[in-house]
T-cell receptor
Framework: GAVVSQHPSWVICKSGTSVKIECRSL??????MFWYRQFPKQSLMLMAT?????????EQGVEKDKFLINHASLTLSTLTVTSAHPEDSSFYIC???????????FGPGTRLTVT | GIQVEQSPPDLILQEGANSTLRCNFS?????LQWFHQNPWGQLINLFY???GTKQNGRLSATTVATERYSLLYISSSQTTDSGVYFC??????????FGAGTTVTVRA
């Protein structure tokens, strides 16, 4: 149980375009979903937290107009990187936690390359 | 925010050896998780252990919450144990703060 999927697993886009990444909890209802960013050889940095039906809460320094997060249902959250630039190239990972649980389960990640 | 320190940063093991990874944190926590990140980037949940001791096969973990540290034990290491091990903690909310990780290399 507790499986989280992400799609796509990797994407290459041109500078100035937008990219949408989906995160789904497959076998549980995710009341809270999280988006992280990981640069090579570094740890994970939390970007934002989202609860179903509510606006996302962004961490300090994360541009909410650039990284649009939607948590439309208890099993789906999306991250849209708008007007992507090469510096947005990174590994994006989502996680989800269920009701009354602090434990987070992570998706396999999406590798974004902006050319 | 909370500080999370992992040690050692790198660990090279011969297959079959045992090892201990440590995670120190600077405040009381209500969530502590250990993860293994495989070469493809997938984070595998190893333990959810804000306190106490747990075992799962060759892996075990102990968290001493009052002293603000957690230990992950790997016994009889195998090459498939290679990867980065992360400790992550949260205080009073759901937001996890990650340590820098311990990179484990197990040689055949």
């Amino acid at each position: 149980g507790a499986v989280v999927s992400q799609h796509p697993s990797w994407v290459i886009c041109k500078s100035g375009t937008s990219v949408k990444i989906e995160c789904r909890s497959l076998d549980f209802q995710a009341t809270t979903m999280f988006w992280y960013r990981q640069f090579p050889k570094q740890s994970l940095m939390l970007m934002a937290t989202s609860n179903e039906g509510s606006k996302a809460t962004y961490e300090q320094g994360v541009e909410k107009d650039k990284f649009l997060i939607n948590h439309a249902s208890l099993t789906l959250s999306t991250l849209t990187v708008t007007s992507a630039h090469p510096e947005d190239s990174s590994f994006y990972i989502c996680s989800a936690s269920g009701q009354n649980s602090y434990e987070q389960y992570f998706g396999p990640g999406t590798r974004l390359t902006v050319t | 925010g909370i500080q999370v320190e992992q040690s050692p940063p790198d660990l090279i093991l011969q297959e079959g050896a045992n090892s201990t990874l440590r995670c120190n944190f600077s405040d009381s926590v209500n969530n502590l998780q250990w993860f293994h990140q495989n070469p493809w980037g997938q984070l595998i949940n190893l333990f959810y252990i804000p306190s106490g001791t747990k075992q799962n096969g060759r892996l075990s973990a102990t968290t001493v919450a009052t002293e603000r540290y957690s230990l992950l034990y790997i016994s009889s290491s195998q090459t498939t144990d290679s990867g980065v091990y992360f400790c992550a903690v949260a205080i009073n909310d759901y937001k996890l703060s990650f340590g820098a990780g311990t990179t484990v290399t197990v040689r055949a």
